[in-house]
């Protein structure tokens, strides 16, 4: 059976040049980067070659980048170290962040008695920029605002510029999670007083374990994983050498191909939308992810049925797709981003499940997809005399 793969916002596939480069540095570049003999310095030249071109690519300088191990570490590094070395007392976030960046702000909340400000989202999953300028005025406690760029389940997209420029007028720091968006649209930091922001290649066609936090120079921030001078003291242990030229190689190939994935990835998501609309009476989609103005990889669809084992069937029909984000689908509890969104009768009578492009997504899989969800949803739907259903 082939098998489709329809949840790229968990994870993608390696490129094959991202493969090639990443074996050849296994191979070849074994060298410590720290080491001052030519076998340190080949790779520590990799290292900086890929520093270099995400600095171009964000335009920032190559000093504020910082490479991690993935997306988790890097919003754990900047929140935590936001808290104990830049002394922020309150944080502003919101109730549809990733585990990542809720669960460590809720941590540094237990721990250090720090105080935390939900912006709660309105009925399309929007944060309210109004709001955020009421919280800022209404304490002098130095405060840090984290807030994701794009949502993970179902792709709103945050004002960048506007929320940052906020921050800025009010004297916040401002975090924001960018991992579903970077290298995945035009990101311009010269541009957008944002503070820190975190990366993951594996978002991106790159390897897992690997990724990097954006850390604005003037903002003093420190690491959290102390030991060798790596990463200019923000990041001890020996670099992984082989998952930052992956990362390079899959932010270079995104680069090169953005105009042609996104359209490709756009009119996919128009597809899946006209598609699941025909077969499936009373199909709804969850925030902004099926407007034009939501991130294009991400559609959220509401089925007007529950079946919590949706996600089991369409694996056995060979369709990978998540009944929500990857760190929660597993979970037995709907994701806070679902319960945020949807009422008690939705919750008892609908299931939600998040497809999740990339540039590899054929007209084909989203056939097979309808196909397979129009023979799972059948004994679910019910013909009226009028044609309509219910
Ligand atoms: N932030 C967002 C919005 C994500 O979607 C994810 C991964 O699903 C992460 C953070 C965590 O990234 P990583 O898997 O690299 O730890």
């Not at 060979?318 to 919750?347: H, N, R, T, W």
Request: proline letters at 4%; aromatic letters at 6%; glycine letters at 6%.
């Amino acid at each position: 059976m082939d098998r489709i793969y329809l949840d790229n916002a968990a994870t993608t596939p390696l490129a094959e040049e991202v493969i090639d480069a990443m074996v050849q540095v296994l191979k070849v570049n074994f060298g410590n980067p720290s080491s001052t003999h030519s076998f340190g310095q080949e790779a520590k030249i990799l290292i900086e070659t890929v520093r270099r071109e995400v600095a171009d690519y964000l335009k920032v300088t190559p000093a504020e980048i910082v490479f991690t191990s993935c997306g988790t570490e890097s919003n754990n590094m900047i929140i935590k170290s936001c808290v104990n070395h830049l002394a922020v007392e309150r944080i502003i976030t919101s109730p549809m962040e990733h585990k990542c960046v809720a669960e460590t702000v809720m941590d540094m909340k237990k721990r250090r008695g720090l105080e935390v400000v939900y912006l709660r989202p309105d009925s399309n999953g929007d944060i309210s920029l109004d709001d955020l300028v009421q919280q800022l005025k209404s304490s002098d406690k130095k405060t840090l605002v984290s807030l994701m760029h794009a949502n993970n389940e179902i792709g709103n997209l945050l004002d960048l510029k506007k929320t940052a420029q906020i921050c800025k007028e009010h004297g916040a720091l401002f975090h924001s999670d960018t991992v579903q968006t970077m290298a995945h649209m035009e990101i311009d930091f010269s541009d957008i007083p944002v503070d820190f922001a975190s990366c993951s290649a594996h978002k991106f066609h790159g390897p897992k374990g690997s990724g990097f936090a954006f850390i604005r120079k003037s903002s003093g921030l420190k690491g959290i994983i102390t030991g060798g001078p790596q990463e200019r003291s923000l990041r001890a242990g020996t670099e992984n050498v082989c998952g930052i030229v992956g990362l390079g190689r899959a932010l270079e190939l995104s680069l090169k191909n953005m105009q042609a994935y996104t359209e490709h990835i756009k009119s996919i998501k128009e597809y899946t939308i006209q598609k699941l609309t025909q077969i499936i009476p009373g199909i709804r989609f969850n925030g902004r992810s099926a407007e034009e103005s939501s991130l294009y990889t991400v559609l959220s669809v509401l089925l007007p049925f529950k079946d919590p084992m949706i996600g089991l069937k369409l694996d056995m029909k060979g369709i990978a797709i998540s009944q929500g984000s990857a760190c929660s689908s597993g979970a037995a509890k709907p994701s806070m981003v679902m319960m945020m969104l949807l009422d008690d009768e939705d919750m008892q009578r609908t299931t939600p499940l998040r497809i999740s492009f990339s540039h590899l997504t054929t007209k084909e899989d989203i056939d097979a997809l309808a196909e397979a969800l129009k023979e799972i949803s059948q004994p679910f739907i019910i013909e009226n005399a009028d044609g309509t259903y219910r």
